[in-house]
T-cell receptor
Framework: DSGVTQTPKHLITATGQRVTLRCSPRSGDLSVYWYQQSLDQGLQFLIQYYNGEERAKGNILERFSAQQFPDLHSELNLSSLELGDSALYFC??????????????FGSGTQLSVL | GENVEQHPSTLSVQEGDSAVIKCTYS??????FPWYKQELGKRPQLIID?????GEKKDQRIAVTLNKTAKHFSLHITETQPEDSAVYFC?????????FGAGTRLTVKP
C-alpha cells in the first residue's frame, strides 16, 4: 500500500457526461500529480498541484480540470466525455514541489469506461 | 521539456537469463532517474532510482547504470524469475513534474 488513496476504483459513464475523480495523497506529501494511462500505453502526465497551487501542466485537454483543496486532496474533473477518454487515471504524490529528484508514489488508479 | 525514449517495447527472456532495458533523455540538467514496475492491473511501483552523482546502483538482482555524457540510463535484471514479468517504465524529471518512457513489457518464460 503506497498510502495514496484514489476513489472510485471503477467508473462507467456515457459520452457527454461529467465525472470527478478523487485523490488523497500520502500523509505529509504536498504535491499531487495526475497521469492518464490508455490501454497498453504509457503514463501521460496531465497536471501537478503543490500545496493548493497548480505547479505544472502537461497534455491536459481543455475539457479536463483539476484542483487541490486545503486538506491537500485533489480532484480531477472530466467533462463532455468521449469514448477516447476511457483510460486508467492515476494519481501520485510526493513530499515536495517536484523539482529534480522527487520520488513519486502512485495510487491504485481509477478505471474510467466511457460507453 | 524533457523527452524520454525507452527501448525495447517488448522483451522476452528465459527464466534465469538477464534482461536490459534502455532509456535516453534529452535534458542535460536532469539529475534523477527512477524505474517503475507495473504488474497487470496494478499501480506503478518504484523499484530503483539513481541520482546523477553516481554511475551505478544495485539492489539485489536489479541494477541501474547512468551515462550522463550520452544521456542514457539502463535497468539490468539478473537471474530473471517469472514474477519479474511486468511492464517497466523509466522516467526523468521535467522541471517540476516527472515524464515517463513508453514502457517495456518484460515476459520471463519458465
Amino acid at each position: 500500500d503506497s498510502g495514496v488513496t484514489q476513489t472510485p476504483k471503477h467508473l462507467i459513464t456515457a459520452t457527454g457526461q461529467r465525472v470527478t475523480l478523487r485523490c488523497s495523497p500520502r500523509s505529509g506529501d504536498l504535491s499531487v500529480y495526475w497521469y492518464q494511462q490508455s490501454l497498453d500505453q504509457g503514463l501521460q502526465f496531465l497536471i501537478q498541484y503543490y500545496n493548493g497551487e497548480e505547479r505544472a501542466k502537461g497534455n491536459i485537454l481543455e475539457r479536463f480540470s483539476a484542483q487541490q483543496f486545503p486538506d491537500l486532496h485533489s480532484e480531477l474533473n472530466l467533462s463532455s466525455l468521449e469514448l477516447g477518454d476511457s483510460a486508467l487515471y492515476f494519481c501520485a504524490s510526493s513530499v515536495g514541489g517536484g523539482g529534480r529528484g522527487e520520488k513519486l508514489f502512485f495510487g491504485s488508479g481509477t478505471q474510467l469506461s466511457v460507453l | 521539456g524533457e523527452n524520454v525514449e525507452q527501448h525495447p517495447s517488448t522483451l522476452s527472456v528465459q527464466e534465469g537469463d538477464s534482461a536490459v532495458i534502455k532509456c535516453t533523455y534529452s535534458d542535460s540538467a536532469s539529475n534523477y532517474f527512477p524505474w517503475y514496475k507495473q504488474e497487470l492491473g496494478k499501480r506503478p511501483q518504484l523499484i530503483i532510482d539513481i541520482r546523477s552523482n553516481v554511475g551505478e546502483k544495485k539492489d539485489q538482482r536489479i541494477a541501474v547504470t547512468l551515462n550522463k555524457t550520452a544521456k542514457h540510463f539502463s535497468l539490468h535484471i539478473t537471474e530473471t524469475q517469472p514474477e519479474d514479468s511486468a511492464v517497466y517504465f523509466c522516467a526523468a524529471p521535467n522541471n517540476n513534474d516527472m515524464r515517463f518512457g513508453a514502457g517495456t513489457r518484460l515476459t520471463v518464460k519458465p
